[in-house]
Structure formats: structure tokens, C-alpha cells
């Protein structure tokens, strides 16, 4: 079967109001966050905060308390009110490397290794409780201790400027990873990038790629997707899935124009580039001090043209509700509450269907938004890219 999954969501605080992620919103709790992704039509999400040991004791007291509502299942995860599996997932920054700071999504089975990751983790960071902390250890040895307890590593937004493997860490995965570098099945691509520029690096070939949201916002969940082909939805399968290269049949992701790194950024004239990539200097005043682009960091280190294996997932451009004019939160509640989830209203109903609902008006932004009708203004520097 079909399952749509978004593996990178961040938890902003505890039932308590203890925050996880300072930087989130305050409304991503566990709870809050699987409600949300029955209404955007999620199926599978890796909530990555979970080495948080609060977070872990709120888990086991929601599967004692609501009794029926959470089950832990078998092959791994726990399954939300029959609709949503919840994968207990660590985003890590590496601190162990010659250079850079890259983020690292540690996978485990259930909340018992979960908690012997944390146990171990908490010896080479300052603070477990909180989300993304700097940690000592190199990749390898990370990943060694997340495959002792039956868990996969996952680069994350491996191509990011500031926090990830390809923008300021390394030219190459294998040189970081060396001979676990077959151990590593996925990448994750992030939001300024897209499998035909993942591409261009040889050495990716024989991963799969991963298209997840990084939400730091409930509303923000799904906006980057995968749909994966399971005999059914558990951490086991989904483990077995990205190691075959054949799990994931479809990625649903930003235009990576959207994305608010796409492309080099001009911190003096606060422009973005226009010119070929890559770009070392802003064309506009010649200032060296920049954020390098995305765009600009792959053809930088490119080794072949755009080729992809013959596993490689279909990618589908999608631009979530919320980019498109006309469209706010009440806008929103309105299509899912009448007509579908959010993934269903974006690239599934009919535009009788949409103008019934919201008005011609809209249903026509939605559909020109499915069809790649709409112009982009390109993002860079932190900020996102808009539909103009």
C-alpha cells in the first residue's frame, strides 16, 4: 500500500510547556502534531526530537492513559488513533568532524532503544532535553551506536549552508562516512534542492532520496513528502523500504526556488543572484560577504551532469497552500473541512470540487499551482522564495 510520510518534524514544547525546540512554535506537541497530519493527510511522520527523555515519558503516558487512541506496535513506531504511525526519530548536530556543524536524523525501532540512544547521547551533549544539541562525536561513531540498537542514519538537509554534510562539512559523503558509507540508504535533500540537482553527485546514485518538511510549524508539516510503497506501515518495513532503493515511489517537494537558500544571497544589497552558478560575488556590487546559494554550492561541486539511476523516485513539485495568494489559515480550514485533506486539495480535487468551496477565484491558483502555471520570485539568504 500507499503511505504518504513527512520524516522531519520538530516538537517546539512538552505537555508541560517545557520547550524542546526553541525556535518552533509552541503548538507542536506530540498530540497536536499527529492530529495535524490526519488533517493534512499524512500517514507516516518522524517526529525528531524524541531523545528528549520528557518527550519519551509523555509518549509512554499517552499509550497508558489513552488507552486505544496509541499502540506500539510489533515491527516498530506507534500507530495514532489507527491513521498516523509516529517513528521515534533524533536530529543531531555533529560536532565531530573536522569542520562544519552537519545534522544527522537517527532513526530507533521503539521508545526502549530510543531511550538507550538518549542514555548514550546525553554523555557527549550538554543538554538532552533540548532539540538539535551540538554533540562531540564523529558521524561514524553516531552511527555506530545507532545501528547496535537496530536503528538508521539519515543525512539531513544535506545540502543547507550552515548545518548540513555538502554545504559546509565535506565535497563528499564518503569521505566523511568512508566505509560505512554503503551503511548510509537515504539522504535527506531539503527544501532548496530536488532530486534532478541531488543528481549531479555521482556518489548519490545508490541512495534513496528523502523529500521531508523540517516543520517547525503545524502548518508547515507536508509541505515536503514522500509516498512509500509498504507492505505495511511500521518502522521495520520502512527500514527494509529505503534500503531496497525501491520504497520510495513518488517525492513531493518545493520548487527549489522556494527555498530560502536556493540561491547566493548579498548580505550588503540584500539581492539574490541572477547570474550562472555558481556565484562567488554579488553581480550587483561586487560584495564578497554572501550566503552561498544551494544552487550555487551543487554546481560547485558537481561531477556529472543530471543522471538518474533507474530506482530513482519521480519528483513532484508542489507549492503549499499557504504560498498561494488569496489563501490563509480560515481559507485553509475551509478546503479540509469540505473538501479533502491538504495533500488531496493540492493535487487531487477537481476544480468543481475547489470552486464550490472557496470560489473560482482560488480553485483557479490551486490548479495553476498543480500545473506549474504560477511565476516564482527565487529565494536565498534565509529567506523563502514567493509567487509573484
Known amino acids: 500500500m500507499y503511505y504518504n510520510a513527512d520524516l522531519h518534524v520538530h516538537i517546539g514544547r512538552t505537555r508541560n510547556g517545557r520547550p524542546v525546540k526553541i525556535t518552533a512554535s509552541p503548538n507542536l506537541t506530540v498530540e497536536n502534531i499527529l492530529n495535524k497530519c490526519i488533517e493534512k493527510g499524512i500517514d507516516i511522520v518522524g517526529i525528531v526530537d524524541c531523545a528528549a527523555p520528557e518527550i519519551l515519558d509523555e509518549i509512554e503516558q499517552l499509550l497508558k492513559t489513552e488507552y486505544g487512541l496509541y499502540e506500539e506496535l510489533e515491527g516498530g513506531g506507534i500507530l495514532f488513533k489507527q491513521k498516523v504511525l509516529l517513528l521515534l526519530v533524533s536530529e543531531i548536530e555533529v560536532g565531530g568532524e573536522l569542520r562544519g556543524s552537519p545534522h544527522l536524523l537517527c532513526f530507533l525501532k521503539d521508545i526502549k532503544s530510543m531511550r538507550k540512544f538518549s542514555k548514550a547521547l546525553s554523555k557527549h551533549i550538554n543538554n538532552v532535553n533540548l532539540s538539535t544539541q551540538r554533540c562531540s562525536l564523529n558521524s561514524v561513531e553516531i552511527l555506530k551506536i545507532v545501528e547496535d540498537l537496530d536503528g538508521f542514519v539519515v543525512p539531513a538537509h544535506i545540502f543547507t549552508p550552515y548545518k548540513s554534510y555538502y554545504g559546509n562539512t565535506t565535497d563528499r559523503l564518503n569521505y566523511i562516512f568512508n566505509e560505512y ?41 507536508g509541505r ?37 537558500y536556493h540561491r547566493t544571497f548579498c548580505l550588503d544589497c540584500n539581492k539574490v543572484a541572477n547570474v550562472d552558478p555558481p556565484a562567488y560575488k554579488c553581480a550587483y556590487c561586487n560584495s564578497k560577504n554572501i550566503v552561498f546559494g544551494v544552487l550555487d554550492r551543487i554546481y560547485e561541486i558537481k561531477d556529472q551532469e543530471m543522471l538518474h539511476p533507474p530506482f530513482r523516485a519521480e519528483y513532484v513539485y508542489q507549492i503549499p497552500l499557504k504560498f498561494l495568494p488569496g489563501i490563509g489559515p480560515k481559507t485553509i480550514k475551509k478546503l479540509t473541512r469540505e473538501v479533502g485533506s491538504e495533500i488531496y486539495v493540492t493535487h487531487e480535487a477537481p476544480f468543481e470540487q475547489l470552486k464550490n468551496s472557496v470560489g473560482e477565484k482560488i480553485a483557479k491558483n490551486i490548479l495553476d499551482a498543480r500545473y506549474g502555471n504560477l511565476k516564482i520570485e527565487t529565494g536565498g539568504g534565509g529567506i523563502y522564495g514567493k509567487i509573484i
Open 181 to 221: 558509507f554503503e551503511n548510509v540508504n537515504a539522504v535527506e535533500l531539503g527544501l532548496s534542492s530536488d532530486t534532478f540537482l541531488a543528481d549531479m553527485i555521482s556518489e548519490l546514485r545508490g541512495k534513496t532520496f528523502l523529500s521531508n518538511s523540517d516543520a517547525h510549524s503545524l502548518q508547515k508539516i
Open 224 to 260: 515536503e513528502f514522500n509516498v512509500f510503497d509498504l507492505p505495511k506501515p511500521d518502522f521495520t518495513s520502512l527500514k527494509a523500504a529505503l534500503k531496497s532503493m525501491k520504497g520510495v515511489i513518488r517525492n513531493y517537494g518545493l520548487n527549489p526556488a522556494l527555498g530560502k
